[in-house]
């Protein structure tokens, strides 16, 4: 008896030893690991100046938000610090690059460091500004044209003005 | 303040954006004849509030008077509008709050000028004219500057569409902007005067 009593406890303290274990286990699957992405050396993920073909300069609005880590350099070279660490996720910030010839281009930057491996994604749209029509001069004359009208109209309430005062 | 505004408009640095580019040099034309006829609106309002007090028929001729130079403002306010939005949405006029509000507002300033024209005894006249002045004073603010901001909007500076904050405006954008409110305002307020001048003549 003494025996099946021994027995008994045996195998109901390995059954509770084994539940502790695999609770342990189990636990340490769901808690929230460390997970970080890191750059040992200092790394390029975009190159702006050679996609775009020549950046001249690099606007940053005040209110984004650059992850710790990145560097972004006036030629629009996006880089990672040595040693930098991220956590793992997607980062995603907005540029906007201006380039050789004075056109601008707004520069959607994805970084997704939610895998092993970085995954850079850059989207560049060029937005169309009137820069042909100042650089042949052209613009001088609707500044001409609409000075032209403003005078007329300034000239004829004056005269008006002064009509009104004599009668 | 306009010679200066006028060639800045052109000339001036702006904020690049998507969608809009060059056309954000509307902000420069069409808001500031709203902000022009906002303020004419508001010298109207005051006058007809005058005439409630005083009784005075020059404070009544005064108050149209505002209120025709400022209905001048709004019509070019809403043509410069619709230029801008036929090249930004594609269409000169679409069903947004702040469109919709802004042509209610100017359909009530219409009919104080057809309600004028239409009582012939002159104090009974100003009288009715001046009620409905403040009326529709109140109403232009609700039309345009509240019901907008209750409601979503497509139009800049409401719906969470960027306006004049931050990244939307370039702080280089500002001394032009200011500049030709005050402007146009002058010229408005001058034109008005003008008005009144010879509509004082006629009476004498």
Redesign the interface.
């Known amino acids: 008896m003494k025996r099946i009593g021994k027995l008994i406890v045996v195998i109901l303290v390995g059954f509770l030893n084994q539940a502790f274990a695999q609770a342990e286990q189990d636990s340490l699957a769901g808690a929230p690991m460390l997970s970080l992405i890191k750059f040992e050396k200092s790394d390029t993920l975009a190159d702006l100046n050679a996609s775009l073909g020549g950046v001249k300069e690099i606007e940053i ?3 984004t938000q650059i992850p710790e880590g990145i560097t972004i350099s006036k030629e629009g070279i996006i880089s990672t610090k040595a040693g930098a660490e991220f956590s793992k996720g997607i980062y995603l910030f907005e540029l ?1 690059a201006i380039g050789g010839a004075g056109e ?1 281009y ?1 520069v959607n930057v994805k970084l997704d460091f939610s895998r092993n491996y970085p995954l850079v994604i850059v989207n560049s ?1 060029k ?4 820069t042909g029509l100042r650089k042949d001069g052209m ?1 001088w004359v ?2 001409a044209v ?2 032209i009208l ?1 005078g007329v ?2 000239g004829y ?1 004056i005269y ?2 002064k009509k ?2 004599k ?1 | 303040m306009l010679i200066y505004a006028l060639p800045m408009a052109w000339l001036g640095e702006v904020s690049v954006q998507v969608i809009l580019h060059e056309t954000i040099r509307n902000l420069y034309f069409h808001v500031t004849m709203w902000f022009a006829m906002i303020f004419l609106f508001g010298f109207s309002f005051f006058h007809a509030i005058q005439f409630l007090r005083k009784g005075n028929l020059i404070s009544d001729m005064k108050s149209t008077l505002y209120a025709e130079v400022g209905m001048v403002f709004g019509a070019v306010g809403i043509v410069t509008g619709m230029i801008w939005a036929n090249f930004t949405w594609g269409a000169p006029w679409v069903n947004d709050p702040k469109l919709n509000g802004a042509a209610v507002a100017l359909l009530i300033y219409i009919a104080y000028f057809i309600l004028k024209s239409s009582i012939t005894e002159s104090i009974r006249r100003a009288k009715t004219a001046s009620v409905y002045n403040i009326f529709s004073f109140v109403m232009l603010i609700l039309l345009i500057g509240i019901m907008p901001r209750i409601n979503d909007s497509l139009h800049p500076g409401n719906g969470g569409n960027p306006g004049f904050g931050g990244y939307a405006l370039k702080n280089s954008m500002r001394p032009v902007f200011y500049s030709a409110v005050v402007g146009w305002t002058i010229i408005g307020l001058w034109l008005a005067e003008v008005k009144i001048k010879w509509k004082s003549k006629m009476i004498e």
């Open positions: 609005a005040a209110e906007k601008v707004i749209d937005i169309d500004m009137a613009i609707v500044v609409s000075m403003f109209i300034i309430l008006l003005d009104v005062s009668a």
